[in-house]
C-alpha cells in the first residue's frame, strides 16, 4: 500500500469513527479494539493505530496506556468550567476587537460566518461545530494576539466533544445567527452591545446543550454498519 492509499485509509477510520461519535452510535467510554477495527475496515492494526492517534488529538478519544483506546467522556462540569473562562476572557476581546475593529477585518468575519451557514444549512455536524468555535478564535487572529487565539483554540478544544455531542440542529443555526449580530455590532462600534452579544451567546452556547439523548450502543460493529 502507498503513502496516498495509506492516508485515505487512516482518513476514512478517522471520518467513520467521528461520525459514529458524533450521531451518537457510540457512546462515552466505549472502549475502540485495534483488532475489531482492523477486521471492520479490512486494514492493518497499524493504520488504525495512526487513525486512534488522530482522533485523540481531537480529543474524540482518549489513549491509555496498557488499556488502549476509549471514546473521551467530556465532563458537563468541565464543559461548564470551560465556558465561564471564555466569557472572562472573550468579553474583553470584544471590547479590544471594537477599539481596533477595521473594514478588513469585519469583511474576514462576515466571510467566516457566511461559512458557518452553509455548514449548518448542510447538517455537517463535524463542520458546523469547528467552525462555529473557530469564530472566537479567529477573532483572536484578527487582532494579532497569537497567544489568545491559542488559548482560545484550546479552552474551545476541551469542550469540542460536547458541544459536538449535545449541540442540536436549531442550537447550532441559533450560534450563527448570534455570530452574525455579533459582527454587526462590531461593525457599528458599538462596544457596549457587542460584550452584551458575545456574553449572552455563550451563555446561549452552554445553556442549549442537551444531556437527554438517547443512549448510544457500545456494539462497535452496530455502530459503524
Known amino acids: 500500500m502507498d503513502r496516498m492509499e495509506t492516508t485515505s485509509s487512516t482518513l476514512h477510520i478517522v471520518e467513520s469513527l467521528t461520525r459514529a461519535i458524533v450521531e ?62 471564555r466569557r472572562m476572557l472573550e468579553v474583553e476581546m470584544t471590547r479590544a476587537f471594537v477599539k481596533s475593529v477595521t473594514n478588513a477585518k469585519i469583511k474576514a468575519l462576515r466571510e467566516h460566518v457566511a461559512q458557518e451557514k452553509t455548514a449548518v444549512n448542510n447538517e455537517d455536524v463535524a463542520g458546523r461545530t469547528e467552525l462555529l468555535g473557530d469564530f472566537h478564535v479567529r477573532m483572536a487572529e484578527l487582532m494579532g494576539n497569537q497567544v489568545l487565539a491559542e488559548l482560545l483554540r484550546e479552552l474551545i478544544s476541551r469542550c469540542a466533544l460536547i458541544t459536538l455531542m449535545y449541540q442540536s440542529n436549531q442550537a447550532a ?50 455502530a459503524l454498519s
Open 173 to 222: 443555526e441559533h450560534s450563527n445567527d448570534e455570530h452574525a449580530d455579533i459582527v454587526k455590532a462590531l461593525a457599528a462600534r458599538d462596544e457596549e452591545l457587542a460584550v452584551r452579544l458575545m456574553n449572552e451567546h455563550l451563555l446561549h452556547v452552554e445553556e442549549n446543550l442537551t444531556f437527554d439523548r438517547k443512549l448510544p450502543t457500545n456494539d462497535i460493529s452496530m
Open 24 to 85: 451518537h452510535r457510540l457512546h462515552p467510554g466505549t472502549k475502540l479494539a485495534e483488532q475489531k477495527l482492523a477486521d471492520h475496515f479490512g486494514v492493518s492494526r497499524t493504520l488504525v493505530r495512526q487513525a486512534l492517534f488522530q482522533l485523540s488529538q481531537n480529543r474524540l478519544i482518549r489513549l491509555e496506556p496498557a488499556r488502549g483506546a476509549f471514546v473521551a467522556t467530556p465532563s458537563v462540569q468541565e464543559a461548564q468550567q470551560v465556558f465561564a473562562v
